[in-house]
């Protein structure tokens, strides 16, 4: 019986679908049978950021009403062979789903799969209810942002009234350098503030343009600092213990002080 | 320049000048509020409980009083000021007799 994992972040844009894409993609890697599923009805992504938007059919609506079968719906990935996605459908709404539907969905795919990896669309409303309804444990994805953070704190709220307790956070886009020169919020700030366990680190890079422009996720790439962080959450969802990553480039003045022993 | 110099080499720390400083004290004011949140609806439903339930014991200034939620860093609390018009003598004793 696999496992259900949600995530959320309540804003947008803060990279919950790249967020969804990358670690499922790692859990494939590491041999895991997966299945992404995008409940962001009537405004699809996740597709797109995994190249495999040519290739939908049916959708989760189409499932959940009976139109087809599940496995009908299901589209294997390109790379991987036990890797799956459920798209969302485009023509509908967020109402098209019930909470009651995605438990059932949810129960199905993980007696299918080893990890069941729910994109949630942003927002509290009946998106969100949808895509935590059958999950048993939460991502909550933010960015150093005031507002980001802010929303990441209401939807911990809202996590754990649905029972949904110890959500973990991955802070997504961090840039190390404006963190040293104090003008971004730093990791033990925003640990503090949610108090709440942190899963994972992602530094800002332009791999994840690159790889979105592609559809291909930078989890793969080798030579990326955002994929090498994906790399380590997708290792420590599965239970591994992997220390965060140094995220600070060995820079000429850190070089510097070394030598004259600062 | 010397500034510039420690800046460079990372001697300086702790700039209270930092931007970081001003979002975290803006983030730590909004969620206060966020998390303390109570509608006015609510609010008011309170203090009609509190109105009626204080008022067995003492005559209150009813328009006086005053209920909300005060948060302290960590804690919220509920605040209420209630002036009293007149202590009522063995106010419950008297509801138990009759």
């Known amino acids: 019986m696999g496992e259900v994992i949600v995530v959320t972040s309540g804003k947008g844009g803060v990279g919950k679908t790249t967020t969804t894409a990358n670690i499922g993609t790692g859990l494939a890697v590491m041999g895991n049978k997966v299945v992404l599923v995008d409940t962001d009805i009537g405004l699809r992504n996740l597709d797109v950021v995994m190249g495999l938007e040519n290739r939908i059919v049916y959708d989760i609506v189409d499932v959940v009403t009976g139109n087809c079968r599940l496995k009908q719906a299901l589209i294997k990935d390109k790379r991987f062979e036990d890797l799956f996605l459920l798209p969302a459908a485009q023509t509908k709404d967020k109402t098209a789903v019930s909470e009651e539907q995605m438990r059932e969905l949810t129960q199905q795919l993980k007696e299918e799969f080893d990890y069941v990896i729910i994109d949630c669309p942003a927002g509290i409303e009946q998106g969100f209810k949808n895509a935590i309804a059958g999950a048993q444990r939460a991502i909550v994805v933010t960015t150093p942002e005031v507002a980001a953070v802010r929303d990441a704190d209401r939807i911990i709220g809202l996590l754990e009234a649905a029972l949904l307790a110890e959500p973990k956070l991955i802070v997504n886009r961090l840039r190390p350098s404006m963190v040293k020169k104090g003008d971004m919020m730093d990791i033990d700030d925003m640990i503090e503030i949610l108090a709440i366990e942190l899963l994972g680190v992602v530094p800002e890079d332009e791999a994840i343009v690159i790889s979105t422009n592609k559809g291909e996720p930078a989890v793969l790439d080798k030579q990326s600092k955002a994929g090498e962080a994906y790399r380590n959450i997708s290792k420590r969802i599965t239970g591994e213990h992997v220390p965060l990553m140094n995220l600070e480039a060995d820079g000429f003045f850190r070089r510097l002080r070394r030598l004259f022993g600062a | ?98």
Not at chain 2, 15 to 32: F, G, H, I, M, W
Not at chain 2, 37 to 46: F, V, Y
């Open chain 2, 1 to 98: 320049m010397f500034e510039f110099i420690q800046r460079a080499l990372g001697l300086k720390k702790d700039d209270p000048t930092a931007s970081k400083n001003t979002a975290k004290e803006r983030l730590r004011l909004v969620l206060v509020q966020d998390r303390a949140s109570m509608s006015p609806a609510t609010l008011e439903a309170l203090k009609e409980d509190l109105i009626r339930v204080i008022s067995e014991y003492m005559e209150i200034d009813q328009t006086g009083l005053e209920v909300s939620l005060s948060s302290e860093d960590e804690s919220v609390a509920l605040v209420c000021n209630i002036p009293i018009l007149k202590l009522k003598r063995n106010a419950k004793e008297q509801e138990t007799a009759s």
